[in-house]
T-cell receptor, first 113, second 110 residues
């Protein structure tokens, strides 16, 4: 069965630190990859996505992610985090025609001001 | 546009009670989904629908039922609530390139 692993359940950083959140998936075929974010008290919303083409994708608020097919990975990065980046981040993978997403367990990110 | 709306926001049920979680969308999307989110577990798909009149089971359908009589509405029914159904429930729709989520319903079964 397909699965998505997020390596860190909780991450605490200081403002201006660099961020990398890991995401690995298990599926050998063509995949669409997503990062969603849930800010405190808000809806889940799309941060960025990869369908095809350039494996380095840029999303909102200065986030980017790199798809490395050989490693089955789609890690999320931001060079300098802000206090407002405090949120829970979810990696998700779609590998079928019904748009069904398989979700990672999420990473809670806390940024200390 | 309201997007995806869910009611209620919070609910406490006693074991064995039943309830319906409401989900409505005004984006004219065909695909709709119900997820539950448990701490440290990510989102699990309960049921989904590819259009009015068509529904199918997801990963964790036991204890739930759905219907889809219109494009706009996709209610989730719990018939005999159990403590294992304590969770946060999210409804979502599929747009061109992403899923759009409602604000969630926090359900506690005691």
């Amino acid at each position: 069965a397909q699965s998505v692993s997020q390596h860190n359940h909780h991450v605490i950083l200081s403002e201006a630190a660099s961020l990398e959140l890991g995401c690995n998936y298990s599926y050998g075929g063509t995949v669409n990859l997503f990062w969603y974010v849930q800010y405190p008290g808000q809806h889940l919303q799309l941060l960025l996505k990869y369908f095809s083409g350039d494996p380095l994708v840029k999303g909102i608020k200065g986030f980017e992610a790199e798809f490395i097919k050989s490693k089955f990975s789609f890690n999320l990065r931001k060079p300098s985090v802000q206090w407002s980046d405090t949120a829970e981040y979810f990696c998700a993978v779609n590998a079928n025609s019904n748009y069904q997403l398989i979700w990672g367990a999420g990473t809670k990110l806390i940024i200390k001001p | 546009n309201a997007g995806v709306t869910q009611t209620p926001k919070f609910r406490i049920l006693k074991i064995g009670q039943s309830m319906t979680l409401q989900c409505a969308q005004d984006m004219n999307h065909n695909y709709m989904y119900w997820y539950r989110q448990d701490p440290g577990m990510g989102l699990k798909l309960i049921y989904y629908s590819v259009g009015a009149g068509i529904t199918d089971k997801g990963e964790v359908p036991n204890g739930y039922n759905v219907s889809r009589s219109t494009t706009e509405d996709f209610p989730l029914r719990l018939e005999l609530a159990a403590p294992s159904q304590t969770s946060v429930y999210f409804c979502a729709t599929q747009g061109a390139n992403e899923q759009y989520f409602g604000p969630g319903t926090r359900l506690t079964v005691t």
